[in-house]
């Protein structure tokens, strides 16, 4: 592979540079207007579009937000542009490549396109849309390992048309990751919360084969405790087939939450996960995890020589349902173990406790994190080697 460090000004001065950024960030609502809750994944992106106008380089630079079907004007990258003018005053933003092309003969030297998304066959790796993608630059560069698990046109495709090299932020995430890989001090400890099962099942699966122990958050656990016959209450989750998760829940490496708090008509309600059945009115919702697991996932965290953590605990945007999220992350924070967090929700996280310098990295991704770390070939990288 080749860096992006490794290019001179001699080599980029003038060339028109396709950069692809990862900018999917979430939104909060202050005072009536929608704001961006955590902009890491933005200023992870500054590295490289420094050195690239520091060289005299033309950018046009690639991003998506959220999943939208076509055209949808609420996932429209006009708000991120509005955060990149904050640093970036010259930025222009475009919503088609006529625009783009326009800007370019215009001599703009920052271009934000919009939402990458909203083009027909970005999704589906289309060579088509990759080419005329490609015809807007004569040089590509990844720099969204979030997004490189994903076989995507701007990701793959477009690597079959230009030289394609290896953005700063993404060198940061492949150094720090491969320390993980390449050199692993027992105990590894992995926890995995969030809500998406569905497309962790596998990951945690493959994690199995290098992790010592993982423990599981209530939203990941929610499925494997209503597999095992506990009940869950109105517990929203996604459908997993059974036998997917009768492997998980068979692994001795897996830790369950031993205790929950659950949300009633009373209110906050911690409960022994045993007691679960016991309970006659069913109007329930499971959002955090209990003492006793804080307790007992805090001695794991302890004593690890490696921690990887992707997804919350529980409902940490509400102050009732914070507790397990936020014990965890001081109990990493205070390891003396090589220590990695990810995904979106989770590093928001940490950034609002002020913890992110404790850790020894911050990833920009959370999927294509575990991915990576659980041996899994990304396309994205794949496709730049």
Not at 135 to 159: C, E, K, M, Q, W
Not at 170 to 181: A, S, W
Request: glycine content about 8%; hydrophobic content about 40%; charged content about 25%.
């Amino acid at each position: 592979m080749k860096f992006l460090r490794e290019y001179t000004r001699k080599e980029l001065d003038g060339k028109q540079v396709l950069l692809r950024v990862d900018y999917n960030v979430a939104f909060v609502e202050r005072n009536g207007k929608k704001v961006i809750s955590d902009d890491y994944r933005i200023t992870s992106s500054f590295a490289s579009i420094d050195y690239l106008l520091a060289n005299n380089a033309k950018i046009i630079v690639l991003a998506h937000f959220g999943d939208p079907k076509g055209v949808d004007p609420i996932l429209t990258l006009q708000p991120i542009s509005e955060r990149l003018k904050d640093r970036y005053a010259d930025l222009e933003f475009a919503k088609t490549f006529e625009e783009v092309s326009q800007k370019s003969k215009e001599n703009k030297h920052l271009i934000l396109l919009e939402n990458i998304r909203f083009f027909e066959g970005e999704k589906e790796n289309s060579n088509e849309f990759a080419t005329k993608l490609a015809s807007l630059g004569s040089l590509y560069i990844n720099d969204a390992f979030a997004v490189s698990h994903r076989p995507n046109a701007s990701v793959v495709a477009i690597t079959k048309h230009l030289p394609s090299i290896v953005g700063m932020q993404m060198e940061k995430e492949l150094t720090n990751l491969d320390k993980i890989l390449t050199n692993v001090t027992h105990p590894f400890v992995c926890i995995v919360g969030g809500a998406k099962i569905g497309t962790k099942v596998p990951l945690i699966n493959n994690l199995l084969s290098r992790a010592d122990t993982v423990l599981v958050g209530s939203g990941i656990a929610c499925p494997l405790l209503r597999a095992q016959g506990y009940a869950t209450g109105k517990t929203i989750y996604e459908a997993v087939e059974k036998k997917e998760l009768t492997m998980l829940f068979e692994s001795h490496k897996i830790l369950l939450p031993q205790d929950v708090v659950l949300e009633t008509d009373k209110g906050p309600t911690p409960i022994k996960i045993s007691d679960l059945n016991t309970i006659s009115n069913q109007e329930y919702v499971i959002l955090d995890v209990g003492e006793e697991t804080i307790k007992e996932y805090t001695k794991y965290i302890a004593g690890a020589g490696i921690i990887v953590w992707n997804g919350p605990l529980g409902l940490f945007e509400n102050p009732d349902f914070k507790k397990g999220s936020e014990a965890i992350a001081h109990a990493i924070a205070n390891s003396s173990a090589f220590k990695v967090v990810g995904g979106g929700e989770t590093v928001s996280l940490v950034h609002g406790l002020g913890l992110a310098d404790k850790f020894d990295f911050v990833s920009t991704g959370g999927g294509a994190m575990i991915s990576y770390l659980s041996g899994e070939k990304l396309p994205g990288i794949e496709a730049l080697k």
